[in-house]
């Protein structure tokens, strides 16, 4: 099995911006659901706060909850 590496990692990128919303739109599906790691490749760590930032998004209305 081929160990992905985490693009975040890779472009040494430690703060994940909630209000960059073309970059979080490209970790959801198309049905609007966080891409898992397995599928993405993320590490733990980079995984966590791209959920956050996601999640603080969806809350301030950047992003939507439901892909209609």
């Known amino acids: 099995?081929?160990?992905k590496t985490c693009p975040f990692c890779k472009a040494?990128?430690?703060h994940i911006n909630y209000k960059d919303t073309d970059m979080l739109r490209r970790h959801l599906s198309s049905f609007g659901r966080i891409?898992?790691?397995?599928?993405?490749?993320?590490?733990?760590?980079?995984q966590r706060k791209l959920?956050?930032?996601?999640?603080?998004s969806r809350f301030m209305a950047l992003l939507p909850y439901l892909v209609q």
């Not at 891409?35 to 980079?46: D, L, Q, Y």
């Not at 959920?51 to 603080?56: C, D, L, P, S």
Request: proline share 0%; glycine share 4%; with cysteine.
């Open 51 to 56: 959920a956050a930032a996601i999640k603080r």
């Open 35 to 46: 891409v898992a790691r397995k599928r993405s490749g993320m590490c733990v760590w980079h």
């Open 1 to 3: 099995k081929l160990q």
């Open 12 to 14: 040494n990128i430690n």
